[in-house]
């Protein structure tokens, strides 16, 4: 069965470090991988997505991604950390039926000043 | 434009009672699709409506259902409801072509549901 795994549930980073989440997924064929992340009291914002073609993806916020295939992985990154991105991150992968996305536990990101 | 609109923001209801919860997408986006958000199990995936037919399913009891109108709105909904239905729904619109791989792309501030 396809499933997603961030082995991070909580990081704390200084503001101005770089950061990269982890995210590893188990699925037989291409997957579909996206990363999402939702402030308290809101809904969730995508800020990439992996779907064919160059394997390292920007994104909105100043973050990228990466593709490894042989690693099984889609980790994100992000230069310098802002206080402002403190928040919940989810990684997801998408299932060849198309119309089934399936979310890893997220990983809560905290960011001191 | 508009974001995706989920009502109510917040229902309280008590064991046994049933429960709606509406979805209006994205103005053009003919995708919705439903999440059941609690800190024990995640995000969880519920169903996915596309121009009105259910393309896929959950692994989630028949007392959770929905239905997808002309105009792309969705409905859920919830009967027979237990202590462990309290949860953050969470719906996302996208704009989906068929055939093409669904991207759960905006994501409305979801329903908290509180059972009592």
């Known amino acids: 069965a396809q499933s997603v795994t961030q082995p991070d549930i909580h990081i704390t980073v200084s503001e101005g470090a770089s950061l990269e989440l982890r995210c590893n997924y188990s699925y037989g064929a291409t997957p579909y991988l996206f990363w999402y992340v939702q402030s308290p009291g809101q809904g969730l914002q995508l800020l990439l997505k992996y779907f064919s073609g160059d394997t390292l993806v920007q994104g909105i916020k100043g973050f990228e991604a990466e593709f490894k295939r042989s690693q099984s992985s889609f980790n994100l990154r992000k230069p310098s950390v802002h206080w402002s991105d403190a928040a919940e991150y989810f990684c997801?992968?998408?299932?060849?039926?198309?119309?089934?996305?399936?979310f890893g536990p997220g990983t809560s990101l905290s960011v001191i000043p | 434009k508009a974001g995706v609109t989920q009502t109510p923001r917040y229902l309280i209801k008590t064991r046994g009672q049933q429960v709606t919860l509406s979805c209006s997408p994205i103005?053009?986006?003919?995708?919705v699709s439903w999440y059941q958000q609690t800190p024990g199990q995640g995000l969880q995936f519920l169903f996915e409506y596309f121009s009105e037919t259910q393309r896929n399913k959950g692994n989630f009891p028949g007392r959770f259902s929905g239905r997808q109108f002309s105009n792309s709105r969705s409905e859920m909904n919830v009967s027979t409801l237990e202590l462990g239905d309290s949860a953050l729904y969470l719906c996302?619109?996208?704009?989906?072509?068929?055939?093409?791989?669904?991207?759960?792309?905006?994501f409305g501030d979801g329903t908290r549901l509180s059972i009592l």
């Open positions: 997801a992968v998408g299932v060849a039926s198309y119309d089934k996305v399936i």
């Open positions: 103005s053009g986006h003919r995708s």
């Open positions: 996302a619109s996208s704009l989906a072509v068929e055939g093409a791989p669904n991207q759960p792309q905006h």
